[in-house]
């Protein structure tokens, strides 16, 4: 959950390492540092909250030096204080590390090495590694780093430099992402392509048990059992665009307006019209295997879960098979029971969520099939499944998720028609539901025609201290996901519930005080949506609606109407979630909070 990046080369190191950083802060803000080697000396820089602040430490008192490491912190172990932020030093302060993930015997080895005469300055895990590492015999860091590591238990992607060997960085990889960027000349290191994405597109991501030496003069790789690795270097095709702000105050807004080109491309070259289905190769299935499935589980966490969610009924309405959804992090501890013809799908924005990576295979153990929707290109999760679906939605930046839940909804409207097909479920209603499908981005582009309207509504709601979102049938998890968004960014505490279920209990908190937001378009239970719609009028609620476009019939009984087009209700979550997506980023942005790095959130939850 932390970011990590690396440089060696013939420019400064500070400079571009703080870039780096502040790319990479979405992966957690509580502290921040840096490691620069000027080639006789090192010099450290650690500061508490923002990596501004580390920038403005620099830009009084610049450092020079051309390698260098640096480490933006999601605190697991130990507070955000500056001791405990990273990078991390030995004894002597010979070794200085930054890592990314967990080390679970901590305290065996804190014991172990104590009496050895090592003294810990911090409260945290990482620092184990550079005391570990100082121990470790070996003529260079890469060996000794080499020797360390086997102690360890838990997960790494870390980067180590040596007062003594400068202009290298050593990084290895259990469990935590980390890849090299490839430069002209000059050489990279970072937890996440986002971080180094202005110097080079050129990426090698390591594997699990990778130990690899970067210098100026080039990098070597070896695997775990120290034999020499030739791993591929990747392209990575994003634009610099997508991870700068550009026209919008925050990377949550550009998002959510990036939502029109993002579904575009998880859509594009995947539909056949004629068929009525979706071509996805990278699955990895043959018709023969995808005919022999008899059920689907899918697992994930937080709004990929609520994609889920809607997944299952996608599925389920579509290929005619029954679906489970299941929370990643309950499901990798249930006994599993034998899971033949069966299809898990793992759903994962970041690709690294540790609870989903271990559902995922829990599911392969029990003799799953194990498949992923997935953003990031290169993450664990899209290198450990059989095989996937990618979003190509564009790497998302903002803490809330926002376009990777519209297009994880797309992918799996594709993987519903892909399955039908497969099965031989009869393909008009696949025919309409693609005609449908390619529409979808110009529907979205008209729901965000509402942005102003929103924001208007949002002055009125900005202090409330509870808010509802009741939906039904595949809008009740697009509830669930408004009420995600408004209380992970604006702090107010929002509950989402199936919109028969209030009657059962929240009910009673129903008030003139209390905001009621209906998921509520035009399908099947729509009149059931009317009779809950009643209740909370009948009780003083106030009430904002989602209804479709030309529903006039809830004028008298609602306050705000938020209308959106006409859609198939399979597809309406993906215009449906638009408005609730802008509800929650105005009232968090009038409250006056920090809407790309909410409180103790993290983008990518590396630790279970
Ligand atoms: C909420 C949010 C989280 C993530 C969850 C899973 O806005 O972003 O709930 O959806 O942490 O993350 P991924 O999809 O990366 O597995």
Not at 44 to 57: A, F, M, P
Not at 129 to 134: D, G, N, S, V
Not at 452 to 475: C, H, Q
Not at 514 to 527: K, N
Request: one cysteine or more.
């Amino acid at each position: 959950m932390c970011g990590v990046v690396g440089y060696v080369g013939p420019r400064q190191a500070g400079p571009i390492l703080l870039d780096g950083l502040q790319r990479l802060e979405y992966r957690g803000y509580d502290s921040a540092g840096l490691a620069i080697h000027n080639g006789s000396g090192m010099s450290l820089h650690k500061v508490v909250g923002r990596v501004q602040r580390l920038r403005e430490l620099l830009d009084a008192d610049p450092v020079p030096g051309s390698s260098g490491i640096g480490h933006t912190r999601w605190a697991t172990h130990g507070r955000p204080t500056e001791e405990n932020a990273h990078p991390h030093l030995d004894c002597d302060g010979e070794i200085a590390l930054v890592h990314n993930g967990i080390i679970e015997n901590a305290d065996q080895l804190r014991s172990r090495l104590t009496p050895g005469g090592h003294s810990f300055r911090t409260e945290t895990d990482s620092e184990i590694l550079a005391h570990l590492i100082e121990d470790a015999t070996g003529s260079t860091l890469e060996e000794r780093v080499a020797r360390a590591l086997p102690h360890v238990e838990g997960t790494y992607g870390l980067a180590v430099v040596s007062r003594s060997e400068p202009g290298k960085i050593v990084v290895a990889r259990k469990g935590s992402p980390i890849l090299l960027g490839l430069g002209d000349g000059e050489y990279f290191v970072a937890s996440d392509a986002a971080a180094i994405l202005e110097h080079t597109r050129s990426v090698i991501y390591l594997d699990d048990g990778d130990i690899a030496a970067v210098t100026m003069a080039g990098y070597s790789i070896v695997d775990g059992y120290a034999q020499v690795q030739d791993r591929i270097v990747s392209d990575i095709d994003w634009e610099l665009g997508t991870v700068e702000l550009g026209w919008a105050p925050h990377y949550m807004l550009k998002e959510i307006f990036e939502q029109p080109e993002t579904v575009l491309s998880t859509l594009r070259g995947r539909l056949r019209p004629d068929e009525g289905t979706a071509r996805l190769h990278g699955l990895n299935l043959s018709a023969a295997q995808a005919a022999a499935i008899e059920r689907v589980v899918i697992v994930a966490c937080g709004t990929s879960w609520h994609a889920g969610l809607i997944g299952r009924q996608v599925i389920e309405q579509l290929a005619a098979l029954p679906v489970q959804v299941e929370y990643a992090s309950e499901y990798r501890y249930q006994p599993q029971l034998a899971l033949p013809n069966t299809l898990t799908v793992g759903i994962s924005q970041s690709g690294e969520t540790a609870d989903t990576l271990e559902a995922m295979r829990a599911a392969r153990r029990a003799g799953s099939r194990v498949v992923g929707i997935v953003n990031v290109v290169g993450s664990t999760i899209a290198r450990e499944a059989d095989g996937g679906i990618y979003l190509h939605a564009g790497p998302e930046i903002g803490v809330a998720s926002t376009k990777a839940f519209t297009s994880q909804i797309t992918a799996l409207l594709l993987l519903g028609l892909h399955l039908a097909h497969a099965r031989g479920v009869p393909t008009d209603e696949g025919r309409e539901l693609v005609r449908e499908m390619l529409e979808i981005p110009a529907r979205i582009e008209q729901v965000l025609r509402l942005n102003t309207r929103i924001r208007d509504i949002a002055r009125i709601y900005a202090d409330a201290g509870n808010f509802l979102y009741l939906g039904r049938g595949v809008n009740f998890p697009v509830a669930l996901e408004g009420s995600l968004k408004l209380k992970e960014i604006s702090y107010i505490h929002a509950e989402g519930y199936p919109a028969a279920e209030m009657k059962h209990g929240p009910i009673a908190l129903i008030d003139e005080n209390m905001p009621v937001v209906f998921v509520a378009p035009t399908d099947p239970v729509y009149q059931k949506v009317v009779s809950n719609i009643q209740e909370v009028k009948a009780r003083g609620g106030r009430i904002i609606a989602v209804c479709t476009e030309g529903n006039d019939d809830l004028r008298a009984l609602v306050d705000h109407q938020l209308w959106v087009p006409a859609v198939p209700p399979l597809l309406s979550p993906l215009v449906t979630v638009i408005p609730l997506q802008l509800l929650a980023y105005h009232i968090a942005v009038l409250r006056g909070c920090d809407v790309d790095r909410p409180r103790n959130l993290a983008k990518s939850v590396t630790v279970e």
